[in-house]
């Protein structure tokens, strides 16, 4: 090491960084890899340059129009946060949504994990540089995003969930185009799982790559496909059903190496499901009202689960009796994935981290619920003791003003 | 778009290369810019190509309102820019904010804050939430036609 122009020796410790934007990224947000030589030492994440402050935006809303707002937390699980509010709304009201409202949000939910798996496959596809699979899975996810605007009027943010059922009708008259529409896609979905499985290259380059063992999806408390593909056999729409799951015939897909091969392919699985999901509510689609009309919010509070395309989504919504929330919470389920990087990533190669990083299918829109402000040196202004305070003071605050909730029970 | 020369535009007119800034939109924006790029759409037809550096760019495309943490990034990914340059501004939000008009962490809309940088930034507007593919290749092919 005598010159400056020099390699470095392989031991010693670089930091990578990725970031904010970058070409790999569709949204901004920064990574530092630690690096020895070729192997990830440390993986660390900046994670709040998409901060928009929905949740304080939420209290400023009403109920009727929050599930368009939280639409908007993230563009492609745009149905998953407004059905997941109203699943808080409806549990904190105690009410059941009439049929044809629950078969709706089925339709909807299932159409959106349909084009969300289709594009985490293209772009995973664009990531280890086989652009065909990139092109081959974009292409397909058109014709359902045609069936998403045909039955609601809009590619992705249709608007229809509300309180207590849905807003609009979907029109049945579509229903035959989208089962055509839909045989062809299961077709091409097919293709795509057989020409994933069969592949060496693809095999070679994925099997054994950013592994979760069972124990560290428990640790690190990891939901969706990305659990899934580790053999924990964990979903919300079986384990705590809402909409219409209950009521029809599907399966949970798990597969059991954990690795990014094995992440693929249950979301190629879960594609099959979702479309046999959508076949049924096409075929038994229920008559009758599609809302429970104007309901007034009492106080209380309400807990909504749902299983998002990427996992498991958590709203907490708390009420005062007003028109407004007085708390509205969102964990986004890649707020829990993106934690397993730290034990996903450390120890692969630097050229297998980026699809380690997208086999989670990370949604930073969805995530990022905390922003950090700096203060002049480069240390965070508030540390962890600081923000734990600064949310029990807040407690503090709101138990002060509204009083003790009597009809708040543990469920 | 002082310092252009008309052969730069003209050069510009047949094959712009786009970079893509996400300023803290909800990505569904962001989603339908790489849908144009997909079979269906495919703007490779008219040599529109997303590069990954903005020093290899003539077009930014821009979505979502511009956080705070996003400001400076975005004020210099736009001075790396080479000229002649130009933005297109995608949604709602990035023309005006959109929902999160009220919202605490956001420093403005991106017009204004490269504005704050670049005086003689040149930029159109896609209104849409999120506007669909074909708006946003119209939204390129009409800033090109007013260079």
Redo the contacts between chains.
Sequence with gaps: MSSPTSSPAPTERRVVQIGPFHPLLEEPVGFSLGVEGETVVDVDARMDYIHKGIEILAQQRTYDMLPILLERICGICSVTHSVCFCNAAEDLLQVEIPPRASYIRTIIAELERVHSHLLWVGLAGHFIGYNTVFMWAWKYREPVCDVFEMLTGHRQNSALPMVGGVRRDIPEKYFDEARKTLDMVDGKVQMLTDAVLDDPVLAARLKGVGVLTPEEVMAWGVVGPTARASGVDTDVRRDEPYAAYAELDWDVCTTPNGDVFDKAVVRLLELKESIKILRQCFDNMPSGDLNLGTLHMPRGEGIGRYEAPRGEDIHYLRSNGTNMPERLKVRAPSYTNIASFKASCIGEKISDVTITLAACDPCYSCTERAAVVRGDGDQPERTFGDLVRLSQAETRRLASEMGRLPDLQLK | MTSSTPLLVRALKKSPWVFH????????????I??CL???FDVERFGIK?????RHADVMLIT??V?Q??RE?LQQ?WLEMPRPRAAVMIGACACSM???K?????AGPPDKVLLEVDPDAKYIYVPG??P?PETIVMGVVKLLGAL
């Design positions: 800034v996400g300023t803290s939109g909800c990505n569904n924006c962001d989603i339908e790489a849908d997909t079979p269906r997303l590069v990954g550096s903005p979502g309102p956080s943490a996003c990034p990914a959109g929902a999160y009220d919202a605490y962490s956001v939430c999120p669909k």
